[in-house]
């Protein structure tokens, strides 16, 4: 049996999956990631609305996958359902269509091999979430096993958070918490023209701002119960909002900032967290050459212990798609095996209701407004 970090067993067999989209993401991050573990799994084929696109994204994966199909359209969407071999599926599509898109997904959840489904959710209205998860939860109480519906949440298995999270009770009790986001979306980046990220209501606030309020839920381990916050539009290349400044507080009743701008001079991206006996400081960084998070850990004493960790967390959260997969498809541990918790779609829609209540305050004129719990 395959786990994250852990050979392969030779026994088992390797999981075939299809994903969904050929989008930058896929292009960037799936295909090199998926290169990197291909001694787990073997990508049979890519799917796009076009033909042009799903053949080129195609082409990148032949080096690792060089019996890999592409499909498109309609009718290639039904050959992905109908064949068999395929035990999973990474639906890497524009954020607008990730909920409308379930009920139709959910045809993927075949009962006699458990196809499973990765579902790239980014951002979406909390009000859709749990639509999502009320046709989830409907389709599957007939189910005798199951399936693994996992989101794609890279934050969560960023090594620098997962060790920072450990670190957590070190520093003492909690008296602030500082998230600080100045962004460097601009015609540079690679996202920058992605219409469908810029037709979001809340822009590219929402969009990105996710990851980082996946960041800091992670590290503090605990829900955020009530936001006040004020947004402003300033980089008229961007759509609004493209700044906001948030007040919240964490159901352990300490306090602490929210502040991104989408768009900065001087890109600085980090998490810090003051207790009674000490700091913790995680901070987007670059180490001879690599990019990644150094995570810096004060004591009462001045002492400061830094450490860098590399970005792995679409490499790690797609090992434990993989293995959650390979267990719940296993005949004999399927019924005992929790999916990865870091991975579930709650968390996601989590994450969304902090920004919805942010942006909700914001029209408010930063009137206090409770999260959502889901």
């Known amino acids: ?160 958070f997962v060790e920072s999270r450990k670190l957590l009770n070190s520093i003492g009790d909690m008296m602030h918490v500082q998230v600080s986001i100045e962004g460097s979306m601009n015609s540079k980046n690679p996202y920058f023209s992605s219409s469908w990220r810029r037709n979001f209501t809340g822009g590219f606030i929402l969009d990105m701002g996710v990851h980082f309020i996946a960041g800091l839920r992670m590290i503090v381990g605990c829900e955020i119960n009530m936001v006040s916050a004020i947004t402003r539009h300033v980089d008229v290349t961007l759509p609004p909002p493209d700044n906001i400044c948030s007040l919240f507080q964490l159901e352990n009743g300490c306090a602490g900032v929210f502040v991104m701008a989408v768009n900065s001079s001087s890109p600085k991206i980090y998490w810090r967290i003051d207790g009674s006996k000490g700091a913790l400081q995680i901070e987007r960084d670059i180490d001879n050459g690599r990019h990644g998070y150094m995570v810096r850990f004060y004591t009462a004493g001045g002492h400061c212990q830094s450490t860098f960790y590399p970005f792995s967390g679409v490499n790690e959260e797609l090992k434990a798609f993989i293995s959650d997969v390979l267990q719940t498809n296993n005949k004999e541990g399927s019924s005992g095996h929790n999916p990865e918790a870091r991975s579930s779609y709650i968390e996601g829609a989590r994450d969304v209701a902090v920004l919805e209540a942010m942006l909700e305050s914001s029209m408010k004129q930063g009137n206090p407004v409770h999260v959502k719990r889901l």
């Open 1 to 160: 049996m395959m786990h994250p970090g852990k050979m392969v067993d030779p026994d088992v067999a390797l999981p075939q999956i299809a994903i969904l989209g050929a989008g930058i993401f896929v292009r960037t991050q799936y295909i090199p990631r998926l290169k990197e573990i291909a001694d787990r799994v073997i990508v049979k084929s890519i799917w796009s609305r076009s033909e042009e696109s799903a053949k080129a994204a195609s082409e990148l994966a032949r080096d690792f996958a060089p019996n890999i199909e592409y499909k498109w359209g309609d009718s290639g969407i039904e050959e992905i359902i109908q064949d068999s071999s395929i035990t999973a599926v990474a639906v890497v599509l524009a954020a607008q269509v990730q909920s409308p898109v379930l009920p139709y997904s959910l045809s993927f959840f075949r009962d006699d091999i458990h196809l499973s489904f990765k579902q790239l959710f980014e951002s979406s209205a909390v009000s859709e979430a749990e639509a999502a998860l009320s046709s989830y939860n409907s389709f599957c109480n007939d189910l005798p096993r199951q399936p693994v519906w996992a989101l794609a949440e890279n934050y969560r298995f960023e090594p620098a």
